[in-house]
């Protein structure tokens, strides 16, 4: 075990505003889900995306289940995803009691491969869900395309992709809605919280409809449908707020981690990047290597154990989900083959990225990997 301190693979930045704005959330005793901050943060949220509007809910999984609700997806319904993804994509897709079917990732961009959607539509299809995966975003063109072929919605999952650009456009308007989280680890956060994003009115109506219970926005207590309580608190608007504040500050500072990451890891064989591709600028948020055992010598995991007993925490890339037990049958049913995910899967891992991560903890992340390319190569 290492006697030098511990270093997370994620820590929040709440070094602006936020105490002052919360602390002001509960002098005002706003702190339910109506209040100054909301709306403030729902305003701004939409601008930064290039929507009509935000609407703020508990978390991204929630974002997710109120998008394929507004949408009307049913039970039968299928639901084209990547497998590369947290759960909480397909978990949402279930919770309508709609069936997730898994497309294989592009090795270019990790995110769904829009040339292998086409050979999982099925006439039950409804829809895309593309994630933004570690902050690069999906060829969105390219999914669209299919989608408008084959009169399908695309629902853009951006939990990890605060502030990324694709073509010069910001993620979340390149789609019908998109969703975002605002959990702990992510680039922009609340602790929970999450957002959907939206610029048709009638979508809109529906969705702000579903979150408060099904109360009619224009009548009160009357209640056209079965709705929700997917409400985010007012306290929790004021942290976004802050954040918001300081989104490009937060960013540029992870920018910097990236390419010092770039720099100090680029000669190590066997240690590869995320791809970015041309169109792409993606969110900074954690960094991705992926390591060939052959040219490096060790095994991912065998990498991630050696750092964790040098106090330096990292995270696997997902398991990809059409291997887990919720989902596994139906995928093994209809012969979902996905080579470029499971590769992925093996290999990748996100190393420590967070805005007060210090140039010496980097430089002992990075010796340390060093250290295990080494140790292998010095034993043949
Ligand atoms: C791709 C993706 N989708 C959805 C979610 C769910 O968000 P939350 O944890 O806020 O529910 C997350 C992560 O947290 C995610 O990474």
Same mark, same amino acid.
């Given at each position: 075990?290492?006697?030098?301190?511990?270093?997370?693979? *994620?820590?929040?930045?709440?070094? @602006?505003?936020?105490?002052?704005?919360?602390?002001?959330?509960?002098?005002?005793?706003?702190?339910?889900?109506?209040?100054?901050?909301?709306?403030?943060?729902?305003?701004?949220? $939409?601008? %930064?995306? @290039?929507?009509?509007?935000?609407?703020?809910?508990?978390?991204?999984?929630?974002?997710?289940? !109120?998008? !394929?609700?507004?949408?009307?997806?049913?039970?039968?319904?299928?639901?084209? !995803?990547?497998?590369?993804?947290?759960?909480?994509?397909?978990?949402?897709?279930?919770?309508?009691?709609?069936?997730?079917?898994?497309?294989?990732?592009?090795?270019?961009?990790?995110?769904?491969?829009?040339? =292998?959607?086409?050979?999982?539509?099925?006439?039950?299809?409804?829809?895309?869900?593309? %994630?933004?995966?570690?902050?690069?975003?999906?060829?969105?063109?390219?999914?669209?395309?299919?989608?408008?072929?084959?009169?399908?919605? %695309?629902?853009?999952?951006?939990?990890?992709?605060?502030?990324?650009?694709?073509? #010069?456009?910001?993620? @979340?308007?390149? *789609?019908?809605?998109?969703?975002?989280?605002?959990?702990?680890?992510?680039?922009?956060?609340?602790?929970?919280?999450? $957002?959907?994003?939206?610029?048709?009115?009638?979508?809109?109506?529906?969705?702000?409809?579903?979150?408060?219970?099904?109360?009619?926005? *224009?009548?009160?207590?009357?209640?056209?449908?079965?709705?929700?309580?997917?409400?985010?608190?007012?306290?929790?608007?004021?942290?976004?707020?802050?954040?918001?504040?300081?989104?490009?500050? +937060?960013?540029?500072?992870?920018?910097?981690?990236?390419?010092?990451?770039?720099?100090? !890891?680029?000669?190590?064989?066997?240690?590869?990047?995320?791809?970015?591709?041309?169109?792409?600028?993606?969110?900074?948020?954690?960094?991705?290597?992926?390591?060939?055992?052959?040219?490096?010598?060790?095994?991912?995991?065998?990498?991630?154990?050696?750092?964790?007993?040098?106090?330096?925490?990292?995270?696997?890339?997902? +398991?990809?989900?059409?291997?887990?037990?919720?989902?596994?049958? #139906?995928?093994?049913?209809?012969?979902?083959?996905?080579?470029?995910?499971?590769?992925?899967?093996?290999?990748?891992?996100?190393?420590?990225?967070?805005?007060?991560?210090?140039? @010496?903890?980097?430089?002992?992340?990075?010796?340390?990997?060093?250290?295990?390319?080494?140790?292998? =190569?010095?034993?043949?």
């Amino acid at each position: 075990m290492s006697d030098q301190p511990p270093i997370r693979v *994620a820590a929040p930045d709440l070094g @602006g505003n936020e105490e002052r704005y919360v602390v002001e959330a509960l002098r005002s005793t706003w702190i339910s889900s109506t209040g100054a901050f909301l709306d403030r943060f729902e305003r701004d949220f $939409a601008a %930064v995306c @290039g929507t009509r509007h935000a609407l703020a809910v508990c978390n991204g999984t929630v974002a997710l289940h !109120l998008s !394929l609700l507004a949408l009307d997806v049913r039970r039968g319904d299928e639901v084209l !995803l990547p497998s590369l993804t947290y759960v909480a994509t397909a978990n949402a897709v279930r919770y309508v009691g709609a069936e997730p079917v898994f497309v294989d990732v592009d090795p270019g961009t990790w995110c769904i491969d829009p040339d =292998a959607l086409e050979d999982s539509i099925t006439p039950r299809t409804r829809g895309i869900i593309p %994630v933004h995966l570690y902050g690069h975003p999906a060829d969105m063109d390219a999914i669209n395309h299919v989608a408008a072929v084959h009169g399908l919605w %695309v629902v853009e999952d951006a939990a990890e992709a605060h502030l990324a650009k694709y073509k #010069g456009r910001p993620v @979340g308007s390149l *789609a019908r809605l998109a969703t975002f989280s605002f959990y702990g680890n992510k680039i922009i956060t609340s602790g929970e919280g999450g $957002a959907v994003v939206v610029s048709e009115p009638q979508l809109e109506l529906r969705l702000r409809t579903l979150r408060g219970q099904g109360m009619d926005p *224009a009548r009160r207590y009357y209640f056209p449908v079965t709705g929700y309580n997917f409400r985010l608190t007012n306290i929790a608007a004021a942290i976004l707020c802050a954040q918001l504040e300081r989104a490009d500050e +937060i960013v540029e500072r992870r920018r910097q981690l990236f390419a010092s990451y770039r720099e100090l !890891l680029g000669d190590i064989p066997g240690v590869s990047f995320q791809p970015v591709a041309g169109w792409a600028e993606p969110a900074p948020w954690l960094f991705c290597i992926t390591v060939e055992e052959r040219d490096f010598g060790r095994s991912r995991d065998d990498l991630m154990r050696m750092l964790a007993r040098d106090g330096i925490e990292t995270r696997p890339f997902f +398991i990809p989900l059409h291997t887990l037990p919720p989902f596994r049958e #139906g995928a093994r049913k209809r012969g979902d083959l996905l080579p470029a995910t499971d590769i992925l899967a093996r290999s990748g891992m996100n190393l420590p990225t967070y805005s007060s991560l210090a140039a @010496g903890e980097l430089e002992r992340i990075a010796t340390a990997i060093r250290h295990a390319a080494r140790a292998r =190569a010095t034993s043949y």
